[in-house]
C-alpha cells in the first residue's frame, strides 16, 4: 500500500505540468493555444521567450526532486527494512508514473506533454553519468539538426543502452552497486517508449519535411 501511494503521488505531481502552470503565472495564458499547441519546454521558448522558459525548467527540476527524493525517503521507513527491495528500481517506477502523468495529466483532461524534461530530470537524480551522456547526445543532435524532436528521439533511444552500458561497466571496473542491471533496463523501456511514441506527430512532421527546426536567437515560431 505504502509504494502504490507513492507511485500514484508520482503521478499526480507529473501531472502538474510546469509549462501550463508557469505559462499562466508569468504570462496569464495558456501555452496550448499557441505555437504548436503542445504543453513543453520547446513551445515555451518559442512562444514565450527564455525567462518563461527557465522558470519551467525550476519548476520541472521542482518536482523531479520530490518524486525521486521523497521516493528514496519513503524506501527508509521502517516498514521496509529486511525487504532488501533495489530503491534504483523503485526509483524508475516513480519516475514512469511522473512522466506518465506529464503526458496524461489528470487535471489537464489528460492532455499534456511529451514528457522529456521530466525524464531527463528524474534521470539526473537517478544516473547523473547516464544523464550527462544522454545530454551530450542531445545537444549533439540537435546541433546537427537543429530539430529538439530529433534529439529527444535519440535522448529516448539511448536511455536504455547507456544505463546498461554504464551499470555493466561500473559493476565490472569501478565497483559500483548497481544491481539487476537487465530489470533496470526493462523498467526504463515503458518510460522510454512513452516519450517516444509521444513524437509521433513530430515524426509526420519529418516525414512531410515540416518539421520546425529550432533556434536560440528566434522565438514566436510554431514548433
Not at 24 to 40: E, H, P, Q, T
Not at 104 to 116: D, E, H
Not at 150 to 178: D, E, H, K, R
Request: aromatic share 16%.
Amino acid at each position: 500500500m505504502t509504494l502504490t501511494a507513492t507511485f500514484l503521488a508520482a503521478y499526480i505531481v507529473g501531472s502538474l505540468n510546469s509549462a501550463i502552470i508557469v505559462t499562466f503565472l508569468v504570462k496569464r495564458k495558456d501555452i496550448r493555444d499557441y505555437g504548436s499547441g503542445n504543453a513543453g519546454l520547446t513551445n515555451v521558448y518559442r512562444c514565450f521567450g527564455p525567462f518563461t522558459a527557465i522558470m519551467t525548467v525550476i519548476m520541472d527540476f521542482a518536482k523531479g526532486i520530490v518524486i525521486i527524493c521523497g521516493t528514496r525517503l519513503v524506501m527508509r521507513l521502517p516498514v521496509f527494512e529486511g525487504f532488501g527491495l533495489d530503491v534504483f528500481s523503485v526509483c524508475m517506477i516513480s519516475a514512469f508514473f511522473a512522466v506518465f502523468g506529464h503526458c496524461f495529466p489528470v487535471f489537464y483532461k489528460f492532455k499534456g506533454g511529451k514528457g522529456i524534461l521530466v525524464a531527463a530530470l528524474c534521470m539526473l537524480l537517478t544516473d547523473p553519468v547516464v544523464f550527462l551522456c544522454e545530454a551530450v547526445l542531445f545537444v549533439i543532435m540537435v546541433a546537427a539538426t537543429k530539430y529538439i524532436s530529433i534529439g529527444s528521439m535519440a535522448a529516448c533511444v539511448g536511455y536504455p543502452i547507456f544505463t546498461l552500458f554504464w551499470q555493466t561497466l561500473s559493476n565490472a571496473y569501478f565497483g559500483g552497486s548497481y544491481e539487476n542491471i537487465w530489470l533496470h533496463v526493462a523498467l526504463i523501456l515503458p518510460m522510454f517508449l512513452v516519450c517516444f511514441l509521444r513524437h509521433f506527430s513530430n515524426i509526420q512532421h519529418l516525414w512531410s519535411g515540416d518539421e520546425k527546426k529550432f533556434y536560440f536567437h528566434k522565438k514566436g515560431e510554431e514548433e
